[in-house]
């Protein structure tokens, strides 16, 4: 992917921005009672998503020394998550 992802000057910021390796990426919030319901979430072409319920945007890592080791609370990538 050679898009770089750059927000319009009077965007609102994301409250998270996580970057991932996958383009499919399940959201919970933070999970148990303090999260929403599970959504999977696809990029397709473009270089993010957001969640429509806690408004994460996920960014497709560019190269290996942008990827996220550890994942945040209520983050699962790929088909079977983890």
Known sequence: MNA???????????????MVR??????DGVGGALGHPRVWL??????FVECPY???????ASS????DERL???VYEGAGGH
């Open 4 to 18: 770089k992802f750059e927000p319009k000057p009077d965007a609102i910021a994301a409250p998270e921005v996580i």
């Open 64 to 67: 290996e020394s942008h990827e």
């Open 42 to 47: 696809e990029m397709g072409g473009e270089p």
């Open 72 to 74: 945040s609370p209520g």
């Open 54 to 60: 806690c408004d994460r945007r996920f960014v497709a």
């Open 22 to 27: 996958s383009h499919r990426i399940a959201c």
